[in-house]
Each structure stands twice: as structure tokens, then as C-alpha cells.
């Protein structure tokens, strides 16, 4: 356990020193997410009709982006060779890796998202749950990103590779996450909504490090 | 038993016996399209509501039931290439993927040309031509991984895992693209409840369908065949092979 908490210290250390890897995916959430309100016209009806959706889909994007750099230095400098030689379950070493991912991309995104949510005229009352659900929801962006970059760690454009492979496993996450702020911007419940993208959530927490650690022993071999 | 299949199952030896068995293969699907298209276009009758458009099922259903059948067929092998590293099981993944994109592609085609009478446009959000995309794009998805990876025994390996996880994911993205519909379920799309199908429709659809289950068998075997010499070249038998013309 002692050795997780090491790792994700070393790689939210690296990003610390790095600012441009977590910083760069942000920026790219506001600016893609004011991009619709210029395409499509400053109506506040249309705006919110398509909020949830719009700013789901910003944050999917988002993750995508910072996704190719989660192996790609220590591939490169020979550290995750290393990781899968060590006594450790690969697994857990991969989890650390996804904490401190999510930690630097998908907790920005959860903080800034009150901002988008004003750009965008969700309703006030709304946003706590928008918060909410990209708390729920972007932690499996990053369990199943994962998957997609360990698969393509070493190949020198992996970069839109990895979106052909992991967009289409995003889409249950879209569908309920951004269908739950809808319904509760209508004021309705959006318990099963909740409660279907927790148990994604844990679905994924529970074979997704598997996954990708067998993904990155395939890719080293 | 196992040591019979074990031996079959040599690259050399399938290749011999695939060589042997596919033209009966080809015969035997080539009999069942024919006599399924003839009963289906010309003996079945039109259907009171659609007409004749109708009859493009023939077409569309099977490409839709392989497509689904084709991708099981690829998590089938793919789990064999990871746990047991059966070469011919990943020669069998990598070759239906394209077949298996293939109908898919087929089933949304004659998906969209039915639409256009039945609903009045090319393209509905229906649940089910919804989820043949996301489909698409997972057969696509696995193309591009396969081919990106220069060591075809990585390529193979990650694309055998990659074709797991898809296979894990999609019933819940098929259920969350259904639970997505009712949401958003549109009221000029009338539903149709299902009928129960008439057997002068029912034989050439079934015709068809194994029909299309033969087509992917030799399609299927042709290409392995391919592949096997392709990836066998240094070995001794593909040499004597070439030497000699046939084997």
C-alpha cells in the first residue's frame, strides 16, 4: 500500500513540475466548450437544451487529450519496464497511475465546470449534481482511457489511435451522465441515473487496472 | 481428441485441410443465397403494410445477426490467443475483423435504404442502428490497433485484449443506448410491434441467414489461408509450397 501512495506522490510531483501535461487538457475543456455557444448562436433556450451534452462531451474530449502522456515518459525513460519487473501486483502500480491521472485532469475539470455551467445557463440549482456526476463519471474516463493508452504505449502516433479506441466505451458514461443534468435541470429525479453511473464506476474500477496492466505486459514483451 | 484438434489446428495441416473443405463451403453457401433470394424476392409474399420494400430483410437481417455472430466468433478466439497462445486462433481474429466490419457496414446500408420508405429519412436514432454504429466503430477500432502495431505478435495479443473489452462493454452500451432511446424516444417514429412472421417469409430468411453463416465460413477460411503463408513464410513448408505450386 505504502508503494502506491509512492507512486501517485511521484506522478503528481511530475506534473507539478510540468505544468503545460495537466494544464493544456483544461484550457481545451473551456475553449472547446465556448466554441458552441460562437456555432451555434447566444439563444439561452438552445444553450441549455444542449449544456449537458455539450460539456460532457468537452470533458470527454478533454481526457482524451491528456490520455497519451499517462505511459509515455515512463515508457520512455524505461521506469515502467521497471514497474512491471518489481514484486508489486502490476495492477495496483496501474491504479496509482489512474489516481494521479484523474487527479490532474479530472479534478480541474470537476472545479471549473460551474464556470462552463454559467457560460452555458444551466440552472444554478443544477450545478451541484453537474459537479456530481463529473465526480462519478470522470474517474471511469480515466479507468477505461487507461485501457486504450496502455494498448498503444510505444507506438509513435498513438495519439488518435487511442481516441478510435476508447470513444465508443465512453458512450454509456455520456449517455448518463449528461441525460441526469438534463432531467434534473426539468426537475425530476435522477436517482437511477446516479445510481447506474456508480456502478459503472465500480465495474470499472474492478477490471480496468487488470486490463490495462495485461495490456502493458503485452505491449513490453 | 485433443491431440486430433491439436494436430488440425497446426498451421500447416489447417492449411491443407481449409484448402480442401472450402470450395464444398462455397458450393453449399452459394446454393443457400441463391435459393434463399429466389424464394425471398419473387415467392414470398408482399407484406400487407410495407409492400415490397419489406423484402430488403432478406438482406439485412442476416448482415445484422452476423455482425453480432462475428464478433462473438472474435472474443471466442481472442480469449484463446491470450490464455492458450493459439497461433491459429489469433490468424482467426485478425481475418474475421474485416468480414465482421463488412456486415456490419452491410446491415446499416440496407438499414438506411429501408429507412427511407419506413421513415421518411436515411438516417433515425433507433436503438438498434445506434448500437450497429457504435458496433462499427469497435470492428473499426480494432482494424486500426491491429494494423498500427508493426510486431504482428503484439498487434495480435493487444488487439485480442482490446476485442475482450468490447466484448465486455457491450451489452451495457447496448442497454445504455436503449435506456438513451426510451428517453429520447421521438413521436414520429412509429413503432413496430412485432409480427408474427409468416413462413413463406420465415424460410428464405433463415435460408439467408445460414446462407450468410457460409459466406463468413469461406470468406473467413480464404483469408486465413492467406495469412498463414504470410505469417509461415520462413518455415519449411511454405518453402516447399511455393517450390512446388500446390501442396
Same mark, same amino acid.
Given at each position: 500500500?505504502?508503494?502506491?501512495?509512492?507512486?501517485?506522490?511521484?506522478?503528481?510531483?511530475?506534473?507539478?513540475?510540468?505544468?503545460?501535461?495537466?494544464?493544456?487538457?483544461?484550457?481545451?475543456?473551456?475553449?472547446?466548450?465556448?466554441?458552441?455557444?460562437?456555432?451555434?448562436?447566444?439563444?439561452?433556450?438552445?444553450?441549455?437544451?444542449?449544456?449537458?451534452?455539450?460539456?460532457?462531451?468537452?470533458?470527454?474530449? +478533454?481526457?482524451?487529450?491528456?490520455?497519451?502522456?499517462?505511459?509515455?515518459?515512463?515508457?520512455?525513460?524505461?521506469?515502467?519496464?521497471?514497474?512491471?519487473?518489481?514484486?508489486?501486483?502490476?495492477?495496483?502500480?496501474?491504479?496509482?497511475?489512474?489516481?494521479?491521472?484523474?487527479?490532474?485532469?479530472?479534478?480541474?475539470?470537476?472545479?471549473?465546470?460551474?464556470?462552463? +455551467?454559467?457560460?452555458?445557463?444551466?440552472?444554478?440549482?443544477?450545478?451541484?449534481?453537474?459537479?456530481?456526476? =463529473? =465526480?462519478?463519471?470522470?474517474?471511469?474516463?480515466?479507468?477505461?482511457?487507461?485501457?486504450?493508452?496502455?494498448?498503444?504505449?510505444?507506438?509513435?502516433?498513438?495519439?488518435?489511435?487511442?481516441?478510435?479506441?476508447?470513444?465508443?466505451?465512453?458512450?454509456?458514461?455520456?449517455?448518463?451522465?449528461?441525460?441526469?443534468?438534463?432531467?434534473?435541470?426539468?426537475?425530476?429525479?435522477?436517482?437511477?441515473?446516479?445510481?447506474?453511473?456508480?456502478?459503472?464506476?465500480?465495474?470499472?474500477?474492478?477490471?480496468?487496472?487488470?486490463?490495462? +496492466?495485461?495490456?502493458?505486459?503485452?505491449?513490453?514483451? | 481428441?485433443? !491431440?486430433?484438434?491439436?494436430?488440425?489446428?497446426?498451421?500447416?495441416?489447417?492449411?491443407?485441410?481449409?484448402?480442401?473443405?472450402?470450395?464444398?463451403?462455397? #458450393?453449399?453457401?452459394?446454393? /443457400?443465397?441463391?435459393?434463399?433470394?429466389?424464394?425471398?424476392?419473387?415467392?414470398?409474399?408482399?407484406?400487407?403494410?410495407?409492400?415490397?420494400?419489406?423484402?430488403?430483410?432478406?438482406?439485412?437481417?442476416?448482415?445484422?445477426?452476423?455482425?453480432?455472430?462475428?464478433?462473438?466468433?472474435?472474443?471466442?478466439?481472442?480469449?484463446?490467443?491470450?490464455?492458450?497462445?493459439?497461433?491459429?486462433?489469433?490468424?482467426? #481474429?485478425?481475418?474475421?475483423?474485416?468480414?465482421?466490419?463488412?456486415?456490419?457496414?452491410?446491415?446499416?446500408? #440496407?438499414?438506411?435504404?429501408?429507412?427511407?420508405?419506413?421513415?421518411?429519412?436515411?438516417?433515425?436514432?433507433?436503438?438498434?442502428?445506434?448500437?450497429?454504429?457504435?458496433?462499427?466503430?469497435?470492428?473499426?477500432?480494432?482494424?486500426?490497433?491491429?494494423?498500427?502495431?508493426?510486431?504482428?505478435?503484439? !498487434?495480435?495479443?493487444?488487439?485480442?485484449? /482490446?476485442?475482450? *473489452?468490447?466484448?465486455?462493454?457491450?451489452?451495457?452500451?447496448?442497454?445504455? *443506448?436503449?435506456?438513451?432511446?426510451?428517453?429520447?424516444?421521438?413521436?414520429?417514429?412509429?413503432?413496430?410491434?412485432?409480427?408474427?412472421?409468416?413462413?413463406?417469409?420465415?424460410?428464405?430468411?433463415?435460408?439467408? !441467414?445460414?446462407?450468410? #453463416?457460409?459466406?463468413?465460413?469461406?470468406? /473467413?477460411?480464404?483469408?486465413?489461408?492467406?495469412?498463414?503463408?504470410?505469417?509461415?513464410?520462413?518455415?519449411?513448408?511454405?518453402?516447399?509450397?511455393?517450390?512446388?505450386?500446390?501442396?
Amino acid at each position: 500500500m505504502k508503494i502506491f501512495w509512492y507512486r501517485v506522490k511521484r506522478d503528481l510531483l511530475l506534473a507539478a513540475r510540468s505544468r503545460n501535461e495537466w494544464l493544456n487538457p483544461v484550457l481545451f475543456f473551456i475553449i472547446v466548450t465556448s466554441l458552441f455557444p460562437l456555432g451555434i448562436g447566444p439563444e439561452v433556450n438552445t444553450l441549455q437544451t444542449i449544456a449537458p451534452g455539450v460539456i460532457w462531451v468537452s470533458a470527454l474530449l +478533454a481526457t482524451l487529450l491528456s490520455l497519451d502522456s499517462v505511459f509515455r515518459s515512463d515508457f520512455l525513460d524505461g521506469s515502467l519496464e521497471q514497474m512491471l519487473l518489481s514484486p508489486y501486483p502490476a495492477s495496483l502500480l496501474v491504479l496509482a497511475k489512474i489516481l494521479a491521472h484523474w487527479l490532474t485532469t479530472g479534478v480541474p475539470l470537476i472545479l471549473l465546470s460551474p464556470l462552463l +455551467a454559467v457560460f452555458m445557463h444551466i440552472p444554478l440549482t443544477t450545478i451541484p449534481l453537474l459537479m456530481l456526476t =463529473l =465526480l462519478l463519471g470522470t474517474p471511469i474516463l480515466s479507468l477505461i482511457g487507461t485501457i486504450g493508452a496502455a494498448l498503444t504505449v510505444g507506438l509513435r502516433r498513438g495519439g488518435v489511435l487511442i481516441s478510435l479506441l476508447v470513444l465508443p466505451l465512453y458512450i454509456p458514461v455520456l449517455i448518463f451522465a449528461s441525460s441526469a443534468v438534463a432531467t434534473h435541470a426539468m426537475g425530476l429525479s435522477v436517482e437511477a441515473h446516479l445510481s447506474l453511473l456508480g456502478g459503472l464506476l465500480f465495474f470499472a474500477l474492478a477490471l480496468a487496472p487488470l486490463a490495462a +496492466a495485461s495490456a502493458l505486459r503485452i505491449a513490453m514483451e | 481428441m485433443f !491431440a486430433w484438434f491439436h494436430k488440425l489446428t497446426a498451421p500447416k495441416n489447417f492449411y491443407r485441410f481449409a484448402g480442401i473443405i472450402n470450395p464444398w463451403i462455397g #458450393t453449399i453457401c452459394l446454393i /443457400l443465397i441463391l435459393s434463399g433470394l429466389y424464394l425471398g424476392l419473387f415467392k414470398a409474399p408482399p407484406d400487407y403494410q410495407q409492400g415490397e420494400s419489406y423484402r430488403i430483410i432478406f438482406v439485412h437481417v442476416p448482415a445484422a445477426w452476423m455482425s453480432m455472430f462475428v464478433y462473438m466468433v472474435m472474443a471466442c478466439s481472442a480469449f484463446m490467443t491470450l490464455v492458450w497462445r493459439y497461433k491459429l486462433a489469433g490468424i482467426i #481474429t485478425e481475418a474475421s475483423a474485416a468480414i465482421g466490419a463488412s456486415f456490419t457496414f452491410l446491415a446499416l446500408a #440496407t438499414g438506411s435504404l429501408w429507412g427511407k420508405p419506413m421513415w421518411g429519412t436515411w438516417w433515425v436514432w433507433d436503438a438498434r442502428l445506434t448500437s450497429e454504429l457504435i458496433l462499427l466503430f469497435l470492428y473499426l477500432g480494432y482494424i486500426a490497433l491491429n494494423s498500427a502495431i508493426e510486431n504482428k505478435k503484439t !498487434a495480435t495479443r493487444a488487439s485480442a485484449l /482490446l476485442v475482450l *473489452v468490447g466484448v465486455i462493454n457491450i451489452p451495457i452500451i447496448h442497454y445504455s *443506448v436503449e435506456w438513451w432511446y426510451t428517453l429520447h424516444q421521438p413521436a414520429t417514429v412509429t413503432k413496430m410491434d412485432k409480427p408474427s412472421i409468416h413462413l413463406d417469409m420465415l424460410i428464405p430468411l433463415l435460408l439467408m !441467414a445460414l446462407g450468410f #453463416t457460409f459466406f463468413y465460413a469461406f470468406t /473467413l477460411l480464404l483469408k486465413v489461408r492467406t495469412l498463414l503463408i504470410m505469417r509461415e513464410q520462413k518455415s519449411k513448408w511454405v518453402q516447399e509450397l511455393l517450390e512446388h505450386g500446390k501442396s
